[in-house]
């Protein structure tokens, strides 16, 4: 993980490899921003006029390196793109900053240390640039210069992320943009973690690797573990994890994960859909649309980075993880469309699609988690591709059975930068799902298809519990190039929003 520091030490002062400064885009071009006035001055009041020479207009990600003058004790200045310049009194949008501060991080891999002179108003400027530095500097090498590392080649492999981040302008002595530089390192960590898991192939995260990698690092942490291996799940009664998981060599796993503190008030569970490789089953995917479907376990991703995170926080609320995980593969021994499985809940579901797998795990799993009753129950699931085609792939969407929550959780993940829409739960959806054979269908009407998927999710919440469904299948796997802090590949997304909904929940600030 990248090293994070703040600093008080002048931005002509501190040795670096790099020195990174923020530009806005002004009416008439670039404007150098706060907390870059002394390197202005090294380039005789110039900067501005310099980038714009070199074709840059400070737009959003953008990046220009230029040598730096004399007067600097680093030998390379990169200016990044903030976006459109705030207006008089008005500072950087945290999100603006966070994606500029990615971006230059991006830019920097291969690269020792840097030293981050963008605005740092207060502590939430302090805890953006952090995030958004941290998770730009994010690289999955694992696989990769596998001869050249073999060989002990210090140059072979790919460029590793940049090392050390310095903030300058932030206050290391100051209580509050200390704990907003912990936090976001705790935060950023986690998402990184869950990165690892969404980017690591299936040959080698089967179910029962993830519920290893879980449970290790839980205990690390202070949280109390508890897996159901298959033969527990089968004891058990829970029908829709070993339906999608026995046509696999892999065998599921149910992972409860519990942080509890001691003066807690508040119990929120958080489910996560933990498919960890999903051919579609016997309902096969067509060539196209499976070659990235080690993705499927994104939601359990961000269910275990998020509990992890609330422990390592020590936030004042008990957080409970479950990671449905399964495997889904098509063999003589799969689930077949037409069969009907019977849930843990006791409720009969006739499977027509295998490839409608994710919220026959999530039932089973929302189940369970509701005989705990919690206060409030959050499923995060890469769901549907009716989701992505309804919001993009960079929006996930909000269902819940509870109005005022899903608003709450919708101006939670817009205040921590996470891109979300409220959804609605149209009953008149659900008929299209009643089964002449069994209690419900796995699926509905086409059209709707990721509400459809929501209002079966419903069926299996305990009745009372607030619940909310977050279908992050659009967000969670970026196949474009970087942009922002965001990396191809596993992005962790949800991560924020439910560390953020833990803090609010843990300080009674939950709207």
Known sequence: MTAL???????????????????AKGPKGPVVAAGAEAVDKAYDGKLAAVLDALGASGAEGETTKLPAPDGL???????VGLGSLPDVDESYDEEALRRAAGAAARALHGTKKAAFALPLDDASAVTAVAEGALLGAYAFTAYQGGEKKAAGSKNGGPKQPLAEIALLGAKPRDKEHKAAAERATIVATEINIARDLVNTPPNDLTPEAFAAVAGATAKENGIKVQVLDEKALIKGGYG??????KGSENPPRLVKLSYTHAKAEKTLAFVGKGITYDSGGISLKPAGHNETMKCDMAGAAAVFASVVAAAKLGLQVNVTGWLALAENMPSGSATKPGDVLRMYSGKTVEVLNTDAEGRLVLGDALTKASEENPDA??????????MVMALGDRTFGIMANDDAFRTSIHEIAE???EAS???????????????????????????????VAGLFLQEFVGEGITWAHLDIAGPAFHEGAPFGYTPKGGTGSAVRTLVRLAERTATGDLG
């Open 73 to 79: 004790k680093v030998p390379v200045v990169l200016a």
């Open 240 to 245: 829709g994890i070993m339906g999608v998981g």
């Open 415 to 417: 205040e921590v930068g």
């Open 377 to 386: 129950i959050v499923d995060v699931a890469t769901l549907t591709g009716a």
């Open 421 to 451: 829409w409220p959804m609605p739960l149209p009953e008149d959806l659900r008929k299209s799902m009643d089964s002449p054979t069994a209690d419900i269908a796995n699926m509905g009407v086409r059209m709707g298809g990721g509400l």
């Open 5 to 23: 520091t703040l600093s008080t030490a002048g931005p002509a002062t501190l040795r670096a490899d790099v020195l990174v400064v923020g530009v």
